[in-house]
């Protein structure tokens, strides 16, 4: 990794200005995914004096500021209320404390990293993005662009809402990188992400809307979900497990998770 120059400006519209102004700039978030997702770098641009680490809690949502460390997230007790807690259980499971004390969920999200463990969370509780120049897009839209947008993330919108939440992460170890996720929240209905597939977490709309059709659920039915899953959902082999492994886990996971959100 090559970083000619480091700047830490003191507001939005100087930082907007010195990313647009050389292709090769780039935002640094926390920094602790820098080596892997930066090269070459000619500005290396700070957050740090913009004021956005944050939690706020309104009447109808959580404002989250884009240089919020995992670890704030983790531990707040407004969070750990929504959907089960199920942000603090996707982010109790990234490495260690001490990484999570430095990652930031801006980086955490704009990154748009395959292996990531909150991004398919954010798109099953309806999360919106906040940017400097593009306004408010919707987590899911956001993963669907085909390139990262020449952007500043400021926050991050969760609305509250009574959802029950599941999340699993299946790992070698407790320090590695996920070989498969499994985020699901239900509100009346369900919304179903799988990620570290081993590409970027995707919405199951298709078991979505077959779950969404029942009012009961049976056993009979639940292996129809894991069988439209594994058509839907695109699995892979890499270093960290092969498809048929991922195949076995998500049989499991999707399974038990439906069970525990229904209870």
Known sequence: MEIKEYLKPKSIEEAYEALLSNINNKIIGGGAWIKISLKK???????????LNYIKEENDFFEIGSMTPLRDLE??????????????????NIMGVSIRNIATIGGSVMGKFAFSDLLGVLMVLDAELIFYNSGVISVEDFINMPKIPKDILL?????KQTAKGYFKKVATTHLDFSILNLAIVYNERFKIAIGSRPNIAVLAKRTEEYLNGFKKLDEANLDEVVKISLEEVKLGDNSRGSKEYRELLMKTYLKRGIREVIK
């Open 155 to 159: 926050s991050i919108r969760l609305k």
């Open 75 to 92: 531990i707040n007790k407004g969070l750990n209320d929504l959907a089960g807690g199920i942000i603090s259980k996707a982010i109790g």
């Open 41 to 51: 770098v000619d500005t290396l641009i700070s957050l740090d004096d913009l004021k």
